[in-house]
């Protein structure tokens, strides 16, 4: 894919996962809600200039599902899939937590 610039497009899910970490972190400190809200951005935006970079999700191959790679800023999984010459970021999960439960919890509240 070489010197390709790829748009990256966070969906509302995606913004929203994001927002409500770094509320919860920065009712500890504000100075480090700010540096992993940059290293997470940071880390998204290299996908720009390549964005197969991160592995497919482990838990979506055992479903035939390719499409959606996953970047790790641990403790979090940032979710994405590439469209064309657009990165949409479709999720931010902690790790921690069990992701099929989360996806199917918001599947079923249409979220």
């Given at each position: 894919?070489?010197?390709?610039?790829?748009?990256?497009?966070?969906?509302?899910?995606?913004?929203?996962?994001?927002?409500?970490?770094?509320?919860?972190?920065?009712?500890?400190?504000?100075?480090?809600?700010?540096?992993?809200?940059?290293?997470?951005?940071?880390?998204?935006?290299?996908?720009?200039?390549?964005?197969?970079?991160?592995?497919?999700?482990?838990?979506?191959?055992?479903?035939?599902i390719?499409?959606?790679?996953?970047?790790i800023?641990?403790?979090?999984?940032?979710?994405?899939?590439?469209?064309?010459?657009?990165?949409?970021?479709?999720?931010?999960?902690?790790?921690?937590?069990?992701?099929?439960?989360?996806?199917?919890?918001?599947?079923?509240?249409?979220?």
């Amino acid at each position: 894919m070489g010197n390709n610039k790829f748009e990256i497009l966070w969906t509302e899910v995606a913004e929203s996962d994001l927002s409500e970490i770094i509320e919860f972190i920065a009712q500890d400190s504000t100075n480090m809600a700010l540096k992993i809200l940059a290293k997470i951005k940071v880390k998204t935006s290299q996908l720009n200039h390549s964005p197969e970079r991160g592995r497919v999700v482990p838990e979506f191959k055992k479903f035939n599902i390719n499409s959606i790679r996953e970047l790790i800023e641990s403790p979090w999984r940032i979710f994405y899939k590439l469209e064309g010459s657009i990165v949409y970021i479709l999720c931010v999960i902690d790790s921690r937590r069990n992701v099929e439960d989360i996806l199917l919890n918001r599947f079923l509240r249409g979220k």
